[in-house]
Nanobody
């Protein structure tokens, strides 16, 4: 089992920045990849960014150049730095951890981009 706790969401104006954090606990050594997903009202959950245990990263086209995923192994925490935020980035952001046996999700954190 893996437990994930997200933090860092909130209300920000267009063009602003936020940093999301995801603290992992439990069977951390079994995690081979972590990622951030988001779900806007009335839309399906979509992948935003991923980072593997080897440090490889991947991004959705819509966030490339604006968002950066990173991790601090000493703190068992993954971050999502979001810059140049747009209203269409408004969504609930979820942290995900993948192990061979399955996937685990955090509770989600709301990000609202509005003036």
């Amino acid at each position: 089992q893996v437990q994930l706790v997200e933090s860092g969401g909130g209300l920000v104006q267009p063009g602003g920045s936020l940093r999301l954090s995801c603290a992992a606990s439990g069977s951390i050594s079994r995690i081979y990849a972590m990622g951030w997903y988001r779900q806007a009202p009335g839309k399906q959950r979509e992948l935003v960014a991923t980072i593997t245990s080897g440090g490889s990263t991947g991004y959705a086209d819509s966030v490339k150049g604006r968002f950066t995923i990173s991790r601090d192994n000493a703190k068992n925490t993954v971050y999502l730095q979001m810059n140049s935020l747009k209203p269409e980035d408004t969504a609930v952001y979820y942290c995900n951890a993948a192990i061979v046996a399955g996937n685990f999700w955090g509770q989600g954190t709301q990000v609202t981009v509005s003036s």
